[in-house]
């Protein structure tokens, strides 16, 4: 078992002959192979023989709350209780703090609506009139895994719909409010769009694979490693129904 380093009160109390057998014999180990640790505890001895020395002892008629050494051993005993009181202190700290951030997690959750920002992306890029910026525009799903390697740290492969229809087209790197996150965008010959999107959990500590209808749109999400993902399609066009019977949970 490891042994405490004795603190300044502790090794006051060693060179008076205050400790218990077992403390007393954990700091002569201490001592015995730690030299400043020796240093310490000789500069103790020598000031305390020095005090010893330098006051004759107190009369008969001295009033106890007068004597020198019953004065030393009550700062002492102060000093330890001021840390042990300092101890307390940070442990209440860090468990109130340990509580605070279960507390915001919670809010948090409650609050949270799972991959809105990657339904948000799939209206703004996916079904958009205008033509949007992209980061990389190709076909070529090589390309984009490169791309997506760049930007994340061992991101999922990037999946294959290629046997419904769907390949993909562009990617584009988006700002979330849990970090960076990029979006891939599928299209089949119809230009019907799906949409891939990748993110870090931010926050969000706990976080079970599942789906969320909002409108006519349908994510289906689930976290691999480092980061979250969702695939974004729409509920009301039949050639997006076998992608989601594909995400369903189980099969992902």
């Known amino acids: 078992m490891k042994m405490l380093i004795p603190t300044e009160p502790e090794l006051h109390a060693y060179v008076d002959g205050e400790l218990d057998e077992t403390r007393r014999r954990q700091i002569e180990s201490l001592i015995a192979s730690q030299p400043e640790l020796a240093r310490q505890a000789e500069q103790i001895r020598q000031e305390s023989q020095r005090l010893r ?3 004759e002892p107190p009369p008969a008629d001295t009033p106890v709350r007068l004597d020198p050494f019953r ?5 002492r005993d102060r000093m330890r209780h001021r840390v042990a009181v300092a101890a307390s202190l940070v442990l209440a700290l860090t468990v109130g703090g340990m509580g605070g951030w279960q ?3 919670i809010a948090f959750q409650q ?11 799939y209206r703004l890029f996916a079904v958009s009139d205008t033509p949007q910026m992209v980061d990389v525009k190709t076909s070529d799903p090589r390309q984009l895994q490169t791309w997506l390697d760049q930007h994340f740290v061992q991101p999922a492969p990037l999946p294959d719909f290629s046997s419904y229809g769907f390949r993909p087209v562009s990617g584009r790197l988006m700002s979330s409010e849990q970090g960076t996150a990029a979006m891939i965008l599928y299209q089949n010959q119809k230009m019907e769009s799906i949409v891939y999107y990748v993110r870090p959990p931010g926050n969000l500590l706990h976080f079970s694979n599942g789906a969320r209808k909002e ?5 289906q999400y689930w976290r691999n490693g480092r980061y979250f993902y969702a695939v974004v399609s729409a509920t009301d066009t039949p050639t997006t129904l076998p992608v989601q019977r594909a995400l369903e949970p189980g099969r992902i």
């Open 71 to 75: 004065i030393r051993r009550e700062l």
């Open 53 to 55: 020395a330098s006051m």
């Open 111 to 121: 609050n949270y609506l799972p991959m809105a920002d990657a339904m948000s992306a």
């Open 215 to 219: 409108g006519n749109l349908l994510a």
């Open 103 to 105: 507390t915001r997690e």
